[in-house]
């Protein structure tokens, strides 16, 4: 089985205009394959930035952002993993996780934990499922943003067993050394490899995001930081470390 590459990139958010940040983005993703990889990690809400207005956020129905995320995926042969503020057909909205193929297949993960403090649970309706993907044989946990702050959702389980989690955040400086230290610790109490994807830049509201963004092995190690953070997931490594050290198992 082969081994896999996953480089985040960690980039400012225009407001609220999802057309000016596609096209903004394509050209540092088309850079992130030049470096190799078979996942990209976008950050939360790369169409709008963190935005409560669902009136100015992207359609669902439109299918433009999906559309664009599936022929990039096409032509340059990655996935894509990204979340994006949807305004549904029927008036709600969601913060939507899509994890895109190659082929055109995709999963989606609606933010189960909203951001109360911030607005989010008052605008957005919450997701209900744990979603793991299974791609190029690794099984990733698709996670969004405030979902780190909770850590039993998260939880590795032998029935059910991840290889890799995938955070992608507005997650901003004022509560950074959780963010870092709360990613560590999913890496090394669920043995699996973490990249945390965060935003940078300022927001309308004055909010300021550094990025921190950070790619750590199973021991809790940071392998990579931001801006284009590349995060190598070994597999005889992961396998070797999970047979010597059976954590997961005695926790049943």
Known sequence: MSDLKIIGIEAEILWEDPAANRLAFEPRIREAVDRGCEIIALPENFTTGFSMNTECIDSWESGETLSWMKGLCAELNIALFGSVAFKI????????????????????????????????????????????????????????????????????????????????????????????????????????????????????FGNVYTGDSLGSDYLGSVLSEGPFVELKCVRSQLNGYRKKYPFLWDGE
């Open 89 to 204: 057909q029927d008036g709600s909205a969601r913060n939507r996780g899509l994890f895109v193929r190659p082929n055109g297949e995709y999963n989606v993960y609606d933010k189960k934990h909203l951001f109360s403090l911030g607005g989010e649970s008052d605008n957005y309706v919450e997701g209900n499922q744990k979603v793991i993907v299974d791609y190029k044989g690794w099984k990733i946990l698709l996670q969004i943003c405030y979902d780190l702050r909770f850590p039993g959702f998260a939880r590795n389980k032998p029935e059910n067993l991840y290889d890799v989690i995938i955070y992608i955040a507005n997650w901003p400086e004022p509560r950074i050394h959780a963010w870092r230290t709360l990613l560590k610790a999913r890496a090394i109490e669920n043995q699996c490899y973490v990249m945390g994807l965060n935003r940078c830049g300022l927001d309308p």
